[in-house]
């Protein structure tokens, strides 16, 4: 039998679908598939995709003839095509017009935009969908959504964020805190981009609640955004014990640190946070939306979103019992031992793949 021959869409290569990305062509070239990435150029710099092993075609995220073109000419041959998100999607769909290739589509999130961007979003979905011979969703919500937006063969994805490997060594987790501002208080983390989505106004809102606990808690919400400005002015006239410390790279370290994290988000799928939370054995308080109760269980204190009152009661709960922090440090740890691993991701992906390949390979 020839070698499979795939080839892997990513627009923008968000943190989550490029590391995702990047764990699935190592794996696939370990089991002697053939791999390209088709990517905007600095995505490859951010993930490096060239080091697994996979071919590189450097593809703008654009629409127009040019660069569809060029991305036909990266999928030409392949046996497979598998996007990454409803607007890769459907440049690979508009790239593979008139060819029998199968296209795969992992949805890792969604969006969230408001008034006429919201229509067109809406519809982009629906093509991305439509277009899918089979369409992955990271959350069984988002496979749901794909079924709504006509999606002929939706499926829920075990998608593996990487484990992270560091020591927690307790001398530098102290003076981890120590920087952070956490010296005789306990210290709230959080980590996202600075958008509406995210829920960081009602973390303030919360914050601000919490100014009446003794000692009052340091918040620290790691990430950079448009919203930065506002809540920067928010956190300086209120006088909240908040501090935003820009984008890091060392997400996991900062988590170990933390007596608590926090996720005050409108909607999440996977949300990488909650693993690093979980597998660090580190309190987690978050809200019950998308994809994350799912992803918990029962090893966090879940709120609704867009409840600051209930925020700060489930934090300011949890500060003052350290027998249910322990229970709960347990239970994370319980849970993420059963989710998939990354080598159960690449295999379920690789079973999707033959099962599209092989039809198409005995007609050849």
Same mark, same amino acid.
């Given at each position: 039998m020839s070698q499979l021959?795939?080839?892997?869409? +990513? !627009?923008? !290569?968000g943190a989550g679908s490029g590391a995702h990305v990047g764990s699935l062509a190592a794996g696939l070239i370990a089991r002697g598939v053939q791999v390209t990435v088709c990517a905007p150029a600095a995505v490859d710099l951010v993930h490096g995709f060239s080091s697994t092993g996979a071919r590189f075609a450097a593809v703008p995220r654009r629409s127009d003839p040019v660069s569809v073109a060029a991305l036909r000419s990266a999928c030409l041959g392949a046996d497979v095509v598998h996007a990454h998100g409803p607007h890769a999607a459907v440049r690979a769909a508009a790239a593979l017009g008139g060819l029998r290739?199968? +296209?795969?589509?992992?949805?890792?999130?969604?969006?969230?935009?408001?008034?006429?961007?919201?229509h067109v979003r809406h519809l982009l979905e629906v093509r991305a969908a439509r277009a899918a011979a089979v369409l992955l969703g990271t959350s069984s919500d988002l496979v749901d959504r794909g079924r709504r937006r006509g999606a002929r063969d939706a499926r829920l994805a075990p998608v593996a964020a990487p484990v992270p490997r560091m020591a927690? *060594?307790?001398?530098?987790?102290?003076?981890?805190?120590a920087e952070l501002g956490a010296v005789g208080s306990p210290l709230l983390f959080s980590a996202g981009s600075l958008v509406p989505r995210h829920g960081y106004g009602v973390l303030l809102d919360a914050?601000?609640?919490?100014?009446?606990? *003794?000692p009052v808690p340091q918040v620290v919400v790691a990430g950079e955004g448009r919203e930065r400005a506002a809540l920067q002015r928010r956190i300086k006239g209120e006088r909240l014990p908040v501090r935003l410390i820009g984008a890091r790279d060392d997400i996991p370290e900062l988590v170990a640190a933390a007596d608590l994290v926090v996720i005050p988000s409108r909607w999440e799928a996977r949300s990488r946070l909650a693993q690093d939370a979980l597998r660090?054995?580190?309190?987690? #308080?978050?809200?019950? #939306?998308?994809?994350?109760?799912e992803l918990v269980g029962d090893a966090a204190e879940l709120?609704?979103? !867009? *409840?600051?009152?209930? +925020?700060?009661?489930?934090?300011? !709960?949890? +500060?003052? *019992?350290?027998d249910r922090r322990a229970l709960l440090a347990a239970e994370g740890r319980a849970q993420a031992a059963g989710w998939p691993t990354e080598e159960d991701t690449i295999t379920h992906v690789l079973t999707v793949y033959d099962e599209l390949a092989q039809p198409l390979t005995r007609t050849r």
């Open positions: 021959r795939t080839v892997q869409v +990513l !627009g923008g !290569g290739t199968p +296209l795969v589509v992992t949805w890792h999130g969604r969006s969230h935009a408001e008034g006429a961007r919201r927690a *060594d307790p001398a530098h987790l102290a003076k981890v805190r914050a601000r609640i919490m100014g009446a606990l *003794d660090a054995g580190t309190p987690l #308080v978050a809200t019950a #939306v998308g994809g994350i109760p709120v609704p979103y !867009g *409840d600051p009152g209930a +925020l700060a009661r489930a934090i300011g !709960g949890l +500060l003052v *019992d350290p």
